[in-house]
């Protein structure tokens, strides 16, 4: 066995068209796939998948309590952006109302690489590294 990469990321939500239009309309993702009858979207992310599940379908219902102020079901996660310019994504990000943190070097997959930590609508950590 030889892992190549992530393949998906599974994001439970409260809101899916909220998160849905915020990694799409915002961050440039496309809907791949809907499943309304299980309650996930997939989202195409470069070569890799985001699944937003909602919490009250048939698959996020099986997953327990909503993520919340008390807990998450994960710290943040990296998307890479190809010719990343940190203070043009700031501003981008900043015009739509988006609240961006800590920009910064940073060791990833690749090396060291600038990125810019933000979140999205639910709360959920994200990177964009360069």
């Known amino acids: 066995m030889r892992l190549i990469g992530l393949d998906h990321l599974v994001l439970r939500v409260r809101d899916p068209k909220a998160m849905e239009r915020f990694y799409v309309d915002i961050l440039g993702c496309t809907v791949e796939n809907r499943q309304d009858a299980v309650g996930l979207t997939q989202l195409r992310a470069g070569a890799q998948l985001i699944d937003l599940v909602d919490v009250t379908g048939r698959l996020g219902l099986m997953g327990g309590a909503a993520p919340g102020v008390e807990g998450r079901n994960l710290d943040h996660f990296c998307l890479r952006v190809e010719g990343l310019d940190a203070s ?20 990833g997959s690749t ?3 600038v990125s810019i930590y933000l979140a999205d609508p639910e709360g959920n950590g994200l990177e964009l590294r360069g």
Do not use: F, N, P
């Open 88 to 107: 043009e994504v700031r501003a981008y990000l900043e015009a739509r109302g988006v609240a961006v943190g800590a920009e910064g070097l940073r060791y």
């Open 111 to 113: 090396g060291e690489a």
